[in-house]
């Protein structure tokens, strides 16, 4: 596609990278040679001047036995014999020249190094102006060698290790080129399949666990989807069904209004049942975005939970059960979720506790240790009766779960009730909890609140 041209290329980038490094990296250290090697060829000059002015002092100081210009130049120039470098101009205080010895080459595009110094001519004593002068015409040709060298060499060797980063490049980004093969192959016809990890860099590990760990939530996820499209067909399937045959039965043959009266409200308790799941579904897509949580100063939870019995007054009656409420704390929590979430665990204890039993609804602080104040409160439900089978456990919050203690009273109970609490367990940013043993079943909810203080007895 033409956006794609914009898109960075990891591998073209890193070879683009070390491509340029290689010849920041080869430029420097050409240049550092090159500057060593100047710096030191200029330090030789000037040791060979030195060395030569202290001789050319030397020679003149010594040379008692010299009267004339003839013997001085031949003196001079017997010393000069051989280095060919060098050229020497002696002058007199007037500026003409009393020895003049110009050097080999003279006259070429070699920059001369000079050194001039005052010295006295052997045996008049008379003082004169010295000009030494160095040739450097084939130091700056072996210069001019060095940097053309080096500047190849600098080229050349950023040319061969791109080269080698290119492929190198290519060849560490094969792992990835697997990664994305593998997951090309991937597809939700096939969500058992995972990413081999074996021949991966250890740096991609983690992220291979990660998206492996990923894939099977999504596999869950997409199972309990499937799960419940099915549940969901299933609960609205049966009172659909019932409700076209009672109609069509109603419309066979004439009926007496008392007939329909009973038939229309038949239908009724049907329509009120689908839309109770109606309801519960819209909210549980509410909660799984987030949305329905609005926290608010609530004085006593234990206030809340006798509201709640007293709407369940009527079940609890037919139940032949008590309720009790221990313990109590302020919170800051959304008391219309949580009445409901309350709502929902009293039902659910009710339908299974013992006739004549007590169900306690048990409210609790756990501090924090760190921060004075804060903690947890936990809301559990606990009732007498039939124990939950401990594979049934885990999945009581589930969507449509019924486990085999509860498929009775399924016409009333579709099976949302819990997982309605856990949804608003989760909008309070807690978890919720199942114990079942020794006949008793204790069902309820973790919140952390910040601001939950125990109230004082």
């Known amino acids: 596609m033409p956006w794609q041209s914009d898109v960075p290329h990891l591998g073209r980038r890193l070879s683009r ?21 100047a710096l ?81 001519l052997p045996g008049s004593g008379q003082p004169v102006q010295a000009d030494l002068q160095l040739d450097r015409s084939d130091d700056d040709a072996l210069l001019r060698h060095l940097a053309w060298t080096l500047g190849l060499a600098a080229v ?60 099977e939530r999504l596999s869950v996820a997409y199972r309990q989807m499937e799960a419940f499209n099915t549940d969901v067909a299933h609960e609205l399937n049966t009172p659909l069904t019932t409700l076209i045959s009672s109609c069509e039965l109603a419309l066979r043959k004439p009926r007496g209004e008392a007939e329909l009266r009973e038939v229309l409200s038949s239908n009724l308790e049907d329509l009120q049942r689908m839309a109770g799941i109606v309801g519960d579904m819209l909210f549980l897509s509410q909660a799984d975005r987030g949305q329905g949580a609005r926290l608010s100063a609530v004085a006593s939870l234990a206030a809340l939970a006798h509201e709640v019995i007293e709407f369940h007054e009527a079940a609890l009656q037919e139940a032949g059960v008590q309720v009790v409420v221990r313990g109590d704390v302020p919170a800051q929590v959304d008391a219309r979720l949580l009445r409901r979430a309350l709502s929902n665990l009293l039902g659910n204890a009710t339908r299974y506790a013992a006739p004549g039993s007590t169900i306690a609804v048990q409210i609790s602080h756990h501090p924090c240790a760190r921060h004075e104040g804060a903690g947890d409160v936990e809301l559990a439900v606990i009732n007498q009766g039939p124990p939950i089978p401990a594979e049934h456990l885990p999945r009581l919050f589930d969507r449509f779960y019924r486990g085999d203690a509860a498929r009775s009273q399924a016409d009333r109970n579709h099976g949302l009730g819990l997982a309605i609490v856990a949804a608003i367990a989760r909008l309070h940013g807690g978890r919720t909890f199942a114990e079942s043993a020794g006949g008793q079943t204790r069902i309820g909810l973790l919140l952390p609140l910040p601001g939950a203080i125990p109230a004082t007895s």
């Open 17 to 37: 990278w070390l491509a340029l490094q290689t010849m920041l990296g080869l430029g420097l250290v050409c240049v550092a040679v090159y500057v060593v090697i």
């Open 40 to 120: 030191a060829l200029a330090l030789r000059q000037q040791e060979v001047l030195d060395h030569k002015q202290q001789a050319v002092q030397h020679l003149l100081a010594e040379g008692r036995a010299v009267h004339g210009a003839p013997e001085l130049a031949h003196m001079l120039d017997d010393f000069l014999t051989g280095h060919d470098e060098l050229s020497l101009r002696i002058l007199d205080a007037q500026g003409s020249p009393v020895y003049e010895h110009p050097r080999h080459g003279a006259g070429g595009d070699g920059r001369p190094l000079h050194r001039r110094f005052a010295v006295r």
């Open 156 to 215: 050349i060797g950023t040319l061969l290790v791109s080269l080698a980063g290119i492929w190198l490049v290519h060849r560490g980004l094969a792992p990835l080129h697997s990664l994305v093969e593998q997951t090309r192959r991937l597809s939700a016809q096939d969500l058992q399949r995972r990413l081999d990890d074996s021949g991966q860099p250890q740096e991609l590990r983690p992220l291979i666990a990660q998206f492996n760990a990923l894939l």
